[in-house]
C-alpha cells in the first residue's frame, strides 16, 4: 500500500486529508521503471494517471515519422509531480509520450476509472482533485507554449 505521507506530496492530492488519502490508496500502485524504458505513448488509451515516486520522467512529443529526439521533450517531472491525466476523462487517449528518464524511475500509477468513481462517490475529494488537475494541466500548457516560443526562437538563431 502507498504511504500516506507519500500522497501529501502529490500535486493532484493537495489539499486532502489523511482520510481522504486513505480512500485514495486504493487506486494506487508503484509500478518500477528501468531508464528510457516508455511508460505510455500517444495515442494509447489513457486509462492510468501517474505520478512521478522517484527518479524522473520526461513527457515528450513524438513527430510520426521522424527521429526522436531530446529537443522533441515537452517537459522534465520530478517527484510529486503528476501526468497522464488525459485518464481523467472517459475513452481519451494520451496527447504525449512518457519516459523512465536516468538509470530508473518509480511511479505511482492511479487507476482512472477508480479514480473517478471515487470523485463521485465523494464530491470533496471529487473537488479537490478536479480543481488540483485544473491547475496543473494550466502549468502544463503554459510550460508547453514556454517550449514551442524557445523552439522557434532557436531556430531563427540557427537560420542567421
Known sequence: MIPIVFLRSVEMFNGLDDTELGELQSCCEEVAFDGKTQIFKDHDPADFLYTVADGGVSLVFDLPGAQKTKENKIAGLESGSTFGWSGILPGASYTLTAYCTGDSCKV?????????????????????????????????????????????????????
Open 108 to 160: 505511482l500509477k492511479i487507476k482512472a476509472s477508480e479514480l473517478t468513481d471515487l470523485c463521485e462517490r465523494n464530491h470533496t475529494i471529487g473537488y479537490k482533485v478536479m480543481k488540483n488537475l485544473t491547475q496543473l494541466i494550466g502549468k502544463r500548457f503554459v510550460t508547453f507554449q514556454n517550449e514551442i516560443a524557445r523552439q522557434i526562437g532557436q531556430n531563427h538563431i540557427d537560420g542567421w
